[in-house]
Every structure is written in C-alpha cells, then in structure tokens.
C-alpha cells in the first residue's frame, strides 16, 4: 500500500539486490551451479519494495518467483550478475543475497561433450569476479550502503566479520547453513548482522521476517 502511495521509508530511494544461484557453462547443455532457491533474496526485495523503495531484482535462475512491484533482470552466470549491476547503478544501496558461483570453466564448448571410450573430461576453472568486492570497493558512485551474505558451515562469526573485512561492505548478514540447522533450503533462518561496531544476533525467524527487519535497518540507516 505503501508503495502504491508512493509513500513509504524507502520511497525516493532504489536499491539493487541481487538473489538466486548463477549458472555456469560447460557445453551447450551442461552447467555448475548451487542449490540456492532465491527464497532470501526474493524476501528482502519483496519487502524493500513494501517500504517504498524502487527495487532492481537481478536474479540468476530460481525456484521461487520474483515478487510483484520490482524491476526484474535475468541473468545466468557471475559475469552477467555483475554487469546487469553495472548498468542498475546508481543506487542508494545494493544488498548481495545471490549464491554467486565462484568459478566458471575456463573453456566451455562450443559443441556438446561428446562420452568417449576410456577417456573422462578434464575442467579447468577459472575465478568469476566478486560482485560485492567489486561495488564495496567503488571509489566512485559506491552505493551508501552495500550489504553481503555469508553462509558458513563453520566458525560462523570469524568467517563472516572476516569477510566484512576483506570484501569492503557495511554489513554481512551471517548465517549457519550446517546440514541440521535446516537452514539452506528450509523456511527460517538464525541470523547475525555483522558490522563495523560489532554483531547483532536476531533469534532464529522466518525468512520473510529476517527480510522484513534488514528492510527497516536499511531504512534506518540510509536516513540516519
Ligand atoms: N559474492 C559475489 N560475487 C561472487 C561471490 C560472492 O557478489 N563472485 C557475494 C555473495 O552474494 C555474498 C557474499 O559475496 O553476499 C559472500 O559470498 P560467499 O560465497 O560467502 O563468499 P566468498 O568470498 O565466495 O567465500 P567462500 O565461498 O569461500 O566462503
Ligand atoms: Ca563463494
């Protein structure tokens, strides 16, 4: 309604997320990817737009649709997430939720690999670039708020406040996805905040909610 009024905390304001898994080449018919189901990132950007704010939804091939009220681009590998980025900028904020694969094959095929007697395929990969490095480390035109995602399976809070670190963010939105948690793949998330200042823990909720909260801290935070 909010945003139907063109009111809302966010309104004025466009903000870049990025969700789903990327797809990696191969051949013609084969890829690399993940088992993310954008089901996180589709919740921030739903609820970024219930604030009022004029969301850019750059996803790579989800389970779950994108929401009503935001401007969908599809992409499938890192490169195209990071150029489709580009050319969504400026922006007052971009929150990276996508599960970008880390390497592509260096050469893909032109043609389809052909199951040959006795001979099994070789991939040689090389490095996709880090999005959110990239626009975090923008010494011009860099969002005021640049916000990433980790998903650690250990040491959750070194990993993440590390990587906060290396990558150049504001924040990183930290999360355990240890099979048992039933975290990746499932409905609710324990997440913590990571920041400058230190960490916040939220208890355990479910996704839409974490979404619906990052939505008013960014809020928050892009006036204060
Ligand atoms: N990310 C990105 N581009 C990449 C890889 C990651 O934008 N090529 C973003 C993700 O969207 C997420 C954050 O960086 O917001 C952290 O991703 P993660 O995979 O946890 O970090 P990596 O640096 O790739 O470290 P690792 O996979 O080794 O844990
Ligand atoms: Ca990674």
Redesign the pocket.
């Known amino acids: 309604i909010e945003q139907a009024l063109g009111a809302g905390p966010l309104a004025g304001k466009r903000v870049i997320v990025?969700s789903g898994p990327t797809q990696e080449p191969i051949d013609p018919v084969r890829y690399i990817s993940n088992h993310s189901s954008g089901a996180q990132g589709t919740a921030i950007a739903r609820a970024l737009a219930g604030l009022g704010a004029e969301v850019v939804f750059v996803t790579g091939p989800a389970q779950v649709a994108p929401p009503p009220g935001v401007e969908v681009v599809r992409i499938t590998t890192?490169q195209q997430m990071l150029d489709a980025v580009q050319a969504a900028l400026p922006a007052d904020a971009a929150i990276?939720?996508?599960?970008?694969a880390?390497w592509r094959v260096a050469e893909v095929a032109g043609s389809k690999m052909k199951k040959t007697e006795g001979a099994l395929p070789t991939l040689s990969f090389a490095e996709?670039?880090?999005?959110?490095?990239t626009i975090s480390q923008m010494k011009k035109g860099r969002p005021a708020l640049v916000v990433?995602?980790?998903?650690?399976t250990d040491d959750v809070l070194a990993?993440a406040t590390a990587?906060r670190a290396r990558?150049g963010c504001d924040w990183i939105v930290a999360n355990d996805v240890s099979p048992g948690t039933g975290t990746f793949g499932g409905s609710e998330n324990t997440v913590h905040i990571v920041r400058e200042d230190g960490v916040e823990d939220w208890p355990r909720m479910g996704k839409q909610e974490v979404a619906d909260r990052l939505a008013r801290r960014i809020a928050e935070a892009l006036h204060g």
Request: negative net charge; hydrophobic residues 55%.
């Open positions: 990025t890192a990276f939720a996508a599960a970008v880390d996709n670039p880090d999005i959110l490095a990433g995602f980790a998903a650690e990993n990587k990558k």
